[in-house]
């Protein structure tokens, strides 16, 4: 089954959405309040909240190793204060870093979904998809 670059799998909302509460919750806010403003289940938004916080390190990880191969030239991505805005740090450097190798396309959410197979809030043990092709377990 395909996903369109909109989505994550297993999830309902799409990736825009997810991504919104996301960096609203890593400028404070909470996931009451998040739900209120985007118009999702409290409990939705908490358990995406759980699973990135539970995958960031992972997210961090992949998305780090995506920018460098993306922009060789790139330094160590520094680091943000906790594990979960290091992980949003380093999926913005990767965007910036597709945007200046490939030119603006889509949404940054969408670039997201399509650089972890849509995979990344899975629930289960999936791991990302290596870049050269071979499947990484990264784990904490």
């Keep these: 089954m395909l996903l369109s670059v909109d989505t994550l799998a297993r999830r309902r909302d799409e ?3 997810i991504g919104t ?3 609203a919750w890593l400028g404070g806010a909470g ?3 998040i739900a209120a403003s985007i118009g999702v289940p409290a409990d939705t938004v908490r358990g995406w909240l759980r699973r990135f916080a539970a995958r960031a ?3 961090r990880a992949h998305f780090w190793r995506l920018a460098h191969r993306l922009d060789a030239s790139l330094g160590a991505i520094e ?3 906790s594990r979960v ?3 949003l740090e380093a999926i913005g450097v990767a965007a910036a870093a597709a945007v200046r190798r490939f030119g603006p396309a889509g949404s940054l959410w969408a670039f997201v979904s399509g650089a972890t197979g849509g995979r990344l809030l899975c629930n289960t ?3 990302y ?3 050269d092709g071979t499947v990484t377990l990264t784990r904490t």
């Design 15 to 17: 990736v825009m959405v």
């Design 21 to 23: 509460a996301l960096v």
């Design 31 to 33: 996931h009451r309040r």
């Design 57 to 59: 390190e992972d997210v």
């Design 79 to 81: 680091p943000r204060g």
């Design 85 to 87: 805005a290091d992980a």
């Design 125 to 127: 043990n999936c791991p």
């Design 129 to 131: 998809l290596a870049l």
